[in-house]
T-cell receptor, first 113, second 113 residues
């Protein structure tokens, strides 16, 4: 199942710089997208979401951009902090009675002090 | 902050045995979900539950699986006769409404021997 793809398994960034995590999807029925952060031995923690009627959503240091024509979304973290080091998953869902999430494979972000 | 809690954190079971994984969703949430993540693979949707019935289920969720909300607070996943390939991390999630973000528990690691 390759409906949601995160092509970069890992990313290293210096503290204080911008982290950009990318995600591509193939199913044009997806209309709701989320980013989750996951630490080892914990469940995914919700970070930020965006619906397909928007192309940007911002929450503090986190901004998600959606390019529907390219079927691409990205998560920007600025400034990056060492505590941001985690695996980041993008997930997508389509309108329905209950929104099952389709996850990407994750990107390990390491923020170097 | 309210959270989804899952018990046990680790369950070891002999192949062919029944296992019940337990979850307490966030109290005002109406939608409940189970996902699993086999080691090295993506997080996969199993089932969603609303108004005391299954809303959606994936191909993984066959007759060996069942879900129940026995007492208005717990949400359980039962695997009737476990197989080696059922070994995975199982995550419970809940959301207030279907168009709201899903919040995950820390998971139950199920090991089938």
């Amino acid at each position: 199942d390759q409906q949601v793809k995160q092509n970069s398994p890992s990313l290293s960034v210096q503290e204080g710089r911008i982290s950009i995590l990318n995600c591509d999807y193939t199913n044009s029925m997806f209309d709701y997208f989320l980013w989750y952060k996951k630490y080892p031995a914990e469940g995914p923690t919700f970070l930020i979401s965006i619906s397909s009627i928007k192309d940007k959503n911002e929450d503090g240091r986190f901004t998600v951009f959606l390019n529907k024509s390219a079927k691409h979304l990205s998560l920007h973290i600025v400034p990056s902090q060492p505590g941001d080091s985690a695996v980041y998953f993008c997930a997508a869902a389509r309108t329905g009675s209950a929104r099952q999430l389709t996850f990407g494979s994750g990107t390990q972000l390491t923020v170097l002090p | 902050e309210p959270e989804v809690t899952q018990t046990p954190s680790h369950q070891v079971t002999q192949m062919g045995q029944e296992v019940i994984l337990r979850c307490v969703p966030i109290s005002n949430h109406l939608y409940f979900y189970w996902y699993r993540q086999i080691l090295g693979q993506k997080v996969e949707f199993l089932v969603s539950f609303y108004n005391n019935e299954i809303s959606e289920k994936s191909e993984i969720f066959d007759d060996q699986f069942s879900v129940e909300r026995p007492d208005g607070s717990n949400f359980t996943l039962k695997i009737r006769s476990t197989k080696l390939e059922d070994s995975a991390m199982y995550f419970c999630a809940s959301s207030e409404f279907s168009n709201q973000p899903q919040h995950f528990g820390d998971g139950t690691r199920l090991s089938i021997l």
